[in-house]
Protein backbone atom coordinates (compact mmCIF):
# COMPACT_ATOMS: atom_id res chain seq x y z
CA UNK A 1 0.00 0.00 0.00
CA UNK A 2 1.39 3.40 -0.61
CA UNK A 3 1.37 6.36 1.23
CA UNK A 4 -1.11 8.39 -0.50
CA UNK A 5 -3.44 5.46 -0.04
CA UNK A 6 -2.51 5.05 3.50
CA UNK A 7 -3.34 8.64 4.26
CA UNK A 8 -6.68 8.62 1.76
CA UNK A 9 -8.43 6.21 4.13
CA UNK A 10 -7.58 7.84 7.16
CA UNK A 11 -9.83 7.18 10.66
CA UNK A 12 -10.41 11.00 11.02
CA UNK A 13 -12.02 11.59 7.43
CA UNK A 14 -15.28 9.78 8.48
CA UNK A 15 -15.55 11.85 11.55
CA UNK A 16 -17.44 15.20 12.49
CA UNK A 17 -14.77 18.15 11.88
CA UNK A 18 -14.08 21.21 13.99
CA UNK A 19 -12.29 24.21 12.46
CA UNK A 20 -9.23 25.26 13.20
CA UNK A 21 -8.81 28.19 15.96
CA UNK A 22 -7.13 29.35 18.65
CA UNK A 23 -7.35 27.03 21.71
CA UNK A 24 -8.25 24.42 19.43
CA UNK A 25 -5.45 20.86 19.39
CA UNK A 26 -4.26 19.16 15.90
CA UNK A 27 -4.04 15.83 16.78
CA UNK A 28 -1.89 13.58 14.59
CA UNK A 29 -3.32 10.94 13.29
CA UNK A 30 -2.42 7.42 13.77
CA UNK A 31 0.35 6.41 12.05
CA UNK A 32 1.74 9.92 11.29
CA UNK A 33 4.42 9.14 9.01
CA UNK A 34 6.29 12.74 9.67
CA UNK A 35 8.57 11.81 12.10
CA UNK A 36 8.18 15.72 12.84
CA UNK A 37 4.89 15.19 13.83
CA UNK A 38 4.04 11.60 15.10
CA UNK A 39 1.90 11.68 17.84
CA UNK A 40 2.29 15.38 18.23
CA UNK A 41 -0.69 17.61 19.48
CA UNK A 42 -0.36 20.81 18.22
CA UNK A 43 -2.32 23.69 19.69
CA UNK A 44 -3.04 26.57 17.56
CA UNK A 45 -1.94 30.32 19.15
CA UNK A 46 -2.93 32.10 15.75
CA UNK A 47 -5.18 31.22 12.84
CA UNK A 48 -5.84 33.71 10.19
CA UNK A 49 -6.08 33.82 5.98
CA UNK A 50 -2.05 34.23 6.00
CA UNK A 51 -1.16 31.32 8.52
CA UNK A 52 -1.52 28.80 11.06
CA UNK A 53 0.98 28.76 14.03
CA UNK A 54 1.00 26.81 17.40
CA UNK A 55 3.44 24.66 19.30
CA UNK A 56 3.02 20.46 20.28
CA UNK A 57 2.89 19.91 23.25
CA UNK A 58 3.91 16.61 23.68
CA UNK A 59 7.49 16.85 23.02
CA UNK A 60 9.80 17.49 26.10
CA UNK A 61 13.79 18.19 25.32
CA UNK A 62 16.40 17.04 28.00
CA UNK A 63 16.98 20.90 28.61
CA UNK A 64 16.07 22.34 32.37
CA UNK A 65 14.19 25.26 31.97
CA UNK A 66 16.74 26.25 34.93
CA UNK A 67 20.10 25.98 32.69
CA UNK A 68 17.93 28.21 29.97
CA UNK A 69 15.65 30.91 31.47
CA UNK A 70 16.19 30.53 34.94
CA UNK A 71 14.02 33.53 35.47
CA UNK A 72 11.09 31.48 34.80
CA UNK A 73 11.32 28.88 37.04
CA UNK A 74 8.79 29.78 39.88
CA UNK A 75 5.73 29.83 37.13
CA UNK A 76 6.81 26.41 35.38
CA UNK A 77 5.37 23.56 35.61
CA UNK A 78 7.34 20.52 36.79
CA UNK A 79 9.21 18.69 35.15
CA UNK A 80 10.73 22.16 34.57
CA UNK A 81 12.03 21.26 31.25
CA UNK A 82 11.99 22.92 27.95
CA UNK A 83 9.68 21.42 25.59
CA UNK A 84 10.13 21.44 21.66
CA UNK A 85 7.33 23.27 20.04
CA UNK A 86 8.14 22.21 16.64
CA UNK A 87 10.27 22.27 14.19
CA UNK A 88 10.82 26.03 12.98
CA UNK A 89 12.76 28.76 14.59
CA UNK A 90 13.66 26.94 17.84
CA UNK A 91 16.18 29.71 18.71
CA UNK A 92 12.98 31.07 19.57
CA UNK A 93 10.53 30.21 22.73
CA UNK A 94 6.61 30.24 23.09
CA UNK A 95 5.25 30.38 26.55
CA UNK A 96 1.89 28.75 27.25
CA UNK A 97 -0.54 28.77 30.88
CA UNK A 98 -3.01 27.73 32.61
CA UNK A 99 -3.94 30.18 34.63
CA UNK A 100 -5.71 30.29 38.26
CA UNK A 101 -9.11 29.90 38.96
CA UNK A 102 -10.83 33.24 38.57
CA UNK A 103 -8.47 35.26 37.34
CA UNK A 104 -9.28 37.09 34.03
CA UNK A 105 -7.14 36.61 31.29
CA UNK A 106 -8.94 39.88 28.88
CA UNK A 107 -7.60 41.87 32.10
CA UNK A 108 -4.15 40.84 32.31
CA UNK A 109 -1.08 42.95 30.34
CA UNK A 110 0.77 39.79 29.51
CA UNK A 111 -1.68 37.20 28.41
CA UNK A 112 -3.55 36.72 25.92
CA UNK A 113 -6.31 33.99 25.70
CA UNK A 114 -6.84 31.52 23.87
CA UNK A 115 -9.80 29.36 25.88
CA UNK A 116 -10.82 29.57 29.18
CA UNK A 117 -8.01 29.35 31.40
CA UNK A 118 -5.59 28.70 28.76
CA UNK A 119 -3.22 31.78 27.50
CA UNK A 120 -0.37 32.43 25.46
CA UNK A 121 2.55 34.49 27.60
CA UNK A 122 4.26 37.38 26.60
CA UNK A 123 7.72 36.63 27.56
CA UNK A 124 8.77 40.16 27.59
CA UNK A 125 7.11 40.57 30.85
CA UNK A 126 8.19 40.23 34.33
CA UNK A 127 8.26 36.32 35.42
CA UNK A 128 7.13 37.38 39.04
CA UNK A 129 4.13 38.99 37.40
CA UNK A 130 3.24 36.19 35.56
CA UNK A 131 4.03 33.50 38.22
CA UNK A 132 0.93 35.06 40.36
CA UNK A 133 -1.45 34.43 37.41
CA UNK A 134 -0.82 31.26 36.43
CA UNK A 135 -1.41 27.62 38.04
CA UNK A 136 1.50 26.68 35.68
CA UNK A 137 3.31 27.41 32.76
CA UNK A 138 5.74 25.97 29.70
CA UNK A 139 8.25 27.10 27.91
CA UNK A 140 8.59 25.85 24.07
CA UNK A 141 11.36 26.10 21.36
CA UNK A 142 10.21 26.37 18.22
CA UNK A 143 6.80 26.08 16.50
CA UNK A 144 4.75 24.80 13.50
CA UNK A 145 3.18 26.96 10.80
CA UNK A 146 1.25 26.39 7.84
CA UNK A 147 1.01 28.67 5.09
CA UNK A 148 -2.11 29.61 3.79
CA UNK A 149 -4.49 26.80 2.64
CA UNK A 150 -1.90 24.26 4.24
CA UNK A 151 -3.54 23.03 6.86
CA UNK A 152 -6.64 23.00 5.42
CA UNK A 153 -5.53 20.22 2.95
CA UNK A 154 -3.91 18.27 5.17
CA UNK A 155 -7.01 18.22 7.35
CA UNK A 156 -9.27 17.40 4.53
CA UNK A 157 -6.49 14.41 3.62
CA UNK A 158 -6.89 13.41 7.32
CA UNK A 159 -3.55 14.24 8.95
CA UNK A 160 -5.17 15.60 11.55
CA UNK A 161 -8.30 15.74 14.34
CA UNK A 162 -9.29 19.06 15.67
CA UNK A 163 -10.62 19.40 18.99
CA UNK A 164 -10.23 21.56 21.76
CA UNK A 165 -7.76 22.19 23.93
CA UNK A 166 -8.17 22.12 27.95
CA UNK A 167 -6.16 24.19 30.07
CA UNK A 168 -4.48 20.96 31.87
CA UNK A 169 -2.68 19.79 28.19
CA UNK A 170 -0.54 22.43 28.21
CA UNK A 171 0.65 21.57 32.35
CA UNK A 172 -0.11 17.56 31.95
CA UNK A 173 2.39 15.20 34.14
CA UNK A 174 5.26 14.41 32.26
CA UNK A 175 4.92 10.92 32.47
CA UNK A 176 1.42 10.91 31.16
CA UNK A 177 0.93 10.18 27.10
CA UNK A 178 -0.68 13.62 25.75
CA UNK A 179 -1.47 12.24 22.63
CA UNK A 180 -3.34 9.30 23.93
CA UNK A 181 -4.70 10.91 26.84
CA UNK A 182 -6.36 13.49 24.42
CA UNK A 183 -7.63 10.62 22.16
CA UNK A 184 -9.20 8.85 24.74
CA UNK A 185 -11.60 11.44 25.70
CA UNK A 186 -12.62 11.58 21.69
CA UNK A 187 -16.04 10.39 20.20
CA UNK A 188 -15.71 6.65 19.15
CA UNK A 189 -13.64 4.97 17.52
CA UNK A 190 -11.02 7.43 18.52
CA UNK A 191 -10.38 5.66 22.18
CA UNK A 192 -9.80 2.53 20.93
CA UNK A 193 -6.85 3.81 18.83
CA UNK A 194 -4.89 5.73 21.82
CA UNK A 195 -2.78 2.92 22.20
CA UNK A 196 -1.70 2.79 18.47
CA UNK A 197 2.15 2.86 18.74
CA UNK A 198 4.97 5.74 17.80
CA UNK A 199 6.30 3.09 15.62
CA UNK A 200 4.12 0.74 13.40
CA UNK A 201 7.09 -2.00 13.70
CA UNK A 202 5.76 -1.93 17.14
CA UNK A 203 2.66 -3.23 16.65
Known amino acids: MSMSDFYADRLFNALERNDPAPGMLLVAAPGMFSEEFNRSVV???????????GVNLASRSDLAVFNIMPEWLPAVAKPQ????????????????????????????????????????????????DVAELVEGMRLFAGYAEWSPGQLA??????????????????????????????????????????TFPADLADN
Open 153 to 194: GEIERGDWYVTPALPTDVIVPGRTDLWGHVMRRQQMPLPLFS
Open 43 to 53: LIIEHNEQLTF
Open 81 to 128: ALYIGGPLNQQSVVGLAMTKAGVDIDDTEHLNRLANRLAHVDLRAEPG
